[in-house]
C-alpha cells in the first residue's frame, strides 16, 4: 500500500494553494523555464557546438532527458503536495536531506540572479541615451560595476548597483507575498505575453539589419563533424537541464499547486516545448544582431560572438551603438533580460518560501519577510560591491555544478533505487493524456543520471585539475568549494529539525494500484 498525501480539515494546517487553472500553471512554468540563460546562453552554446547540427543533440536530450525529469518533478510535487523537503519526505523520510538540499541551491540562485536583474533595469535605462559611451566594456567593468583590480574581500559598495538590486528585491516580494494565484500567476501571466511581444519585435527589426544574413549563417550551418564529440552531447543536455528549470525544486513546488485532476503530461510537453521554442527566437535574434556588428566592423561573426554577461552587456551596448533605432533595440533586449528574469526568480523564491511555509506552518507574508529580508541583505553585502562581479562568477559554476547536476543525480537515482517509480507513473497516468510507460522509466532510470554522472565527473575533474576563471585558490575554495560543502551540511541539519504539526497531516491510504 501506499498513501496520498492531503491538506484538508485540519486548522493548524491549513489547505494548500493552488493555482486557479492549468493555464494559470503553465504561465507560471514557462515564465521559470524561460529565463536569461535562454537568450544569453543558448544561442552561444549552440554556435560554439556545432551551429545547426547542436539541433539534433539538443532534441534528443529535450526527449530523453528533459521531458521525461519534468514529468518527473511535476510527479513527485503533484502527488506529495509539497515544497522539495516535505515532497521528499513524503516520498521517503531518508531523502529530506535532498529537498532542503534544493531549497539552498535555490537561495543561492536567488543570491545573484537578482542582481543581474538590477544591472539589466539599469541598462534598460541606459539605451535610451547610450549612457555607456564609444567603449561599453569598460564602462560596464570600471565606470558601472567599479569592479576592483584584484580579488579580495573588500566590501566597498557601488551606489548604481545596489539600488537597483534593492528594488528588484522589494518588487519580487511584493508579488510573493500576495500568494500563488494573486502574485505568482497573475504576474507569470501579466509579464509572459509582454516578453514574447517585445522579443517578437527584437528579432523583427535584428533581422532586417544589414548582415543580418550573415550571422544567421554562421549559425544554422551545421558542422556534422561536431557530433562526434562527446562534450558536445554533455553540452545539449546541460543545456536541457538548466533551461528547464528540473531537478532543483522549482517544478515539484509548482506542480505541488496543481489541482488533482490535472493533466501533468500534457501540461509538461507545452512547457517544454514553449521554452525551447523561445530558445530558438533568442538565437535567430541574437545571432542576426551580431551579424550586423560583425558587418559593420569588418569583422567575422566569431570575432563577436558571446555568451552570458559579454553578450548582454558588451557586445548589445556596441550593436546598439551603431544599429539604426538603437534605443528602441536596446529598450527591447535589456527590458526582454528584465521580464525574463523576474518570473524566474519569482520561481526561485516561491521554492524557499513553500519550504519556510510547510516547515513552520506560517503565513505566507510571514514568510516572505522571513526569507526575503534577509536574502535580500545577503545579496546586496555579497553582490552590491566591487568584487561582486568574480563571486557570482564562481558561485554560478559551483551552484551548477553541486547544486542542480549532482543533487539532481542523487535525486533521481535515490527514486530509483529506492523503487518508487512504478508508484510515480502510476500517479502521472490517472489524468494525463499522454501515458508513460516503460521508455520513460529507461529514460528516468537509467539515461539521465549517467548523463548527470557523466557530466558532475567531467566537471570535477576539471576543477580539480585545472581551478576555476583563473581566481586564486584561496578565492575558489571559499565561495566555490566552500560553499557547496556548507550547503551539503546545512541541508543535513535542516532535516534533523522537527516538524510543526507534521504529525496532524492527513494522510490516506488507498489501494495498492
Given at each position: 500500500h501506499f498513501k496520498r498525501y492531503s491538506n484538508v480539515?485540519?486548522?493548524?494546517?491549513?489547505?494548500?494553494?493552488?493555482?486557479?487553472?492549468?493555464?494559470?500553471?503553465?504561465?507560471?512554468?514557462?515564465?521559470?523555464?524561460?529565463?536569461?540563460?535562454?537568450?544569453?546562453?543558448?544561442?552561444?552554446?549552440?554556435?560554439?557546438?556545432?551551429?545547426?547540427?547542436?539541433?539534433?543533440?539538443?532534441?534528443?536530450?529535450?526527449?530523453?532527458?528533459?521531458?521525461?525529469?519534468?514529468?518527473?518533478?511535476?510527479?513527485?510535487?503533484?502527488?506529495?503536495?509539497?515544497?522539495?523537503?516535505?515532497?521528499?519526505?513524503?516520498?521517503?523520510?531518508?531523502?529530506e536531506t535532498i529537498g532542503w538540499w534544493n531549497v539552498l541551491v535555490n537561495v543561492l540562485i536567488g543570491l545573484y540572479y537578482a542582481v543581474i536583474l538590477g544591472w539589466a533595469a539599469s541598462y534598460t535605462y541606459y539605451s535610451l541615451n547610450a549612457t555607456w559611451g564609444a567603449n561599453p566594456a569598460d564602462f560596464f567593468f570600471k565606470d558601472y560595476l567599479q569592479m576592483a583590480s584584484d580579488v579580495s574581500a573588500q566590501m566597498q559598495f557601488v551606489a548604481q548597483v545596489t539600488v537597483p538590486l534593492v528594488l528588484v528585491w522589494l518588487a519580487t516580494l511584493l508579488i510573493l507575498a500576495f500568494g500563488v494565484q494573486k502574485g505568482v500567476a497573475r504576474a507569470s501571466t501579466f509579464f509572459m505575453p509582454l516578453l514574447v511581444v517585445m522579443f517578437v519585435l527584437l528579432v523583427g527589426i535584428a533581422l532586417f539589419l544589414p548582415g543580418a544574413a550573415k550571422g544567421l549563417d554562421v549559425l544554422f550551418t551545421p558542422d556534422w563533424s561536431k557530433l562526434a564529440s562527446s562534450e558536445v552531447w554533455v553540452a545539449a543536455y546541460g543545456q536541457i537541464f538548466f533551461s528547464l528549470s528540473v531537478c532543483f525544486g522549482i517544478m515539484i513546488t509548482y506542480s505541488s499547486y496543481m489541482k488533482r485532476d490535472s493533466d501533468l503530461t500534457g501540461t509538461g510537453m507545452v512547457v517544454a516545448f514553449a521554452n525551447s521554442s523561445f530558445e530558438l527566437l533568442a538565437g535567430i535574434g541574437v545571432f542576426a544582431a551580431l551579424g550586423f556588428i560583425a558587418t559593420a566592423n569588418g569583422q567575422q561573426v566569431g570575432d563577436v560572438a558571446a555568451g552570458g554577461i559579454g553578450l548582454a552587456f558588451i557586445a548589445f551596448p556596441t550593436i546598439i551603438n551603431q544599429a539604426p533605432a538603437g534605443a528602441l533595440i536596446g529598450l527591447l533586449f535589456f527590458g526582454s533580460l528584465v521580464f525574463a528574469g523576474l518570473t524566474s526568480l519569482i520561481s526561485v523564491l516561491e521554492v524557499v518560501i513553500a519550504a519556510v511555509q510547510d516547515k513552520l506552518k506560517t503565513g505566507r507574508v510571514a514568510a516572505t519577510l522571513v526569507v526575503g529580508v534577509p536574502m535580500m541583505t545577503a545579496s546586496v553585502l555579497l553582490f552590491g560591491t566591487t568584487t561582486g562581479l568574480p563571486v557570482l562568477d564562481v558561485l554560478d559554476k559551483f551552484v551548477n555544478t553541486y547544486g542542480i547536476v549532482a543533487a539532481g543525480f542523487l535525486y533521481v537515482l535515490c527514486v530509483v533505487l529506492s523503487r518508487h517509480l512504478g508508484v510515480l507513473s502510476r500517479h502521472i497516468n490517472k489524468t494525463s493524456s499522454l501515458k508513460v510507460g516503460k521508455t520513460w522509466l529507461l529514460f528516468v532510470g537509467f539515461i539521465t543520471p549517467l548523463v548527470l554522472g557523466t557530466m558532475l565527473f567531467t566537471d570535477t575533474r576539471s576543477l580539480l585539475t585545472e581551478g576555476y576563471g583563473g581566481y586564486p585558490a584561496w578565492f575558489v575554495n571559499i565561495y566555490g568549494w566552500g560553499t557547496a560543502i556548507g550547503v551539503l551540511v546545512f541541508a543535513f541539519l535542516l532535516s534533523l529539525l522537527p516538524w510543526k504539526h507534521e504529525d496532524k497531516l492527513q494522510e490516506t491510504p488507498v489501494e495498492t494500484e
Open positions: 480539515s485540519n486548522p493548524q494546517n491549513p489547505k494548500r494553494e493552488t493555482f486557479s487553472s492549468r493555464r494559470a500553471f503553465m504561465f507560471a512554468a514557462i515564465g521559470s523555464a524561460v529565463g536569461l540563460g535562454n537568450i544569453w546562453r543558448f544561442p552561444y552554446v549552440a554556435y560554439k557546438n556545432g551551429g545547426g547540427a547542436f539541433i539534433l543533440p539538443y532534441l534528443v536530450a529535450l526527449l530523453t532527458a528533459g521531458i521525461p525529469l519534468l514529468f518527473l518533478d511535476y510527479a513527485v510535487g503533484h502527488r506529495y503536495r509539497g515544497s522539495p523537503p516535505l515532497a521528499f519526505r513524503r516520498l521517503d523520510r531518508r531523502f
